[in-house]
């Protein structure tokens, strides 16, 4: 079975701190993702990255960076909590297929408040 | 604007009443339709692809079918244990798509009472 792990289940952090979240995956998938999830705009992508050292953005990169140095590792940083930022964050990775199959594999989630 | 569009947002059946959650797309070129269960403060869960206008997948109460414009998860005598929300998402023909990323729908929340 896929597994995808993330660092923390719960996180309080305040306005102006900086702050990593980091996602394992152990089935040597090459594409990682990171999602902020919040109730009635559903899931949206932050970043995504397709092999080490790349990434790319996704439909909300502002205020959001992220780091892929090893394959099955992916951090998503904050680099200055705001409240707005408060939201269910959700990796996710899947294997890289010429064709046609990209199912993604989800981590269990963290919740993030920034105060 | 949305590409991939769930309905309805909510719904809520008594055990064993069956019904239908629908999602539609309007991307271009698709390459694959997924379905997803999320249980309340948990990561989505896979559930299905399907790959071509037609095609249906089945998992116990659960089947899956594919039209050209959109995709319908029949749900056969729930039961309590099915409630969660239910996620769509689509591969499109674009660039992003081609490298590995989907775009959900926001979900249908269905809620099943004994």
């Known amino acids: 079975d896929v597994k995808v792990t993330q660092s923390s289940r719960y996180l309080v952090k305040r306005t102006g701190e900086k702050v990593f979240l980091e996602c394992v995956q152990d089935m040597d998938h090459e594409n990682m993702f990171w999602y902020r999830q919040d109730p009635g705009l559903g899931l949206r992508l932050i970043y995504f990255?397709?092999?080490?050292?790349?990434?790319e953005k996704g439909d909300i990169p502002e205020g959001y960076s992220v780091s892929r140095e090893k394959k099955e590792r992916f951090s998503l940083i904050l680099e200055s909590a705001s409240t707005n930022q408060t939201s269910m964050y959700l990796c996710?990775?899947?294997?890289?297929?010429?064709?046609?199959?990209?199912?993604?594999?989800f981590g269990p989630g963290t919740r993030l408040t920034v105060t | 604007e949305d590409q991939v569009t769930q309905s309805p947002e909510a719904l809520r059946l008594q055990e064993g009443e069956s019904s239908s959650l629908n999602c539609s797309y309007t991307v271009s070129g698709l390459r694959g339709l997924f379905w997803y269960r999320q249980d309340p403060g948990k990561g989505p869960e896979f559930l299905f692809t399907?790959?071509?206008a037609g095609e249906e997948k089945e998992k116990e109460r659960l089947k899956a079918t594919l039209t050209k414009k959109e995709s319908f998860l029949h749900i056969t005598a729930p039961k309590p244990e099915d409630s969660a929300t239910y996620l769509c998402a689509v591969q499109a023909g674009d660039r992003g798509s081609t490298l590995g990323r989907l775009y959900f729908g926001r979900g249908t929340q269905l809620t099943v009472w004994p």
């Open positions: 996710a990775s899947s294997l890289r297929r010429d064709y046609p199959t990209y199912e993604q594999y």
């Open positions: 990255s397709y092999d080490v050292k790349m990434k």
């Open positions: 399907l790959y071509s």
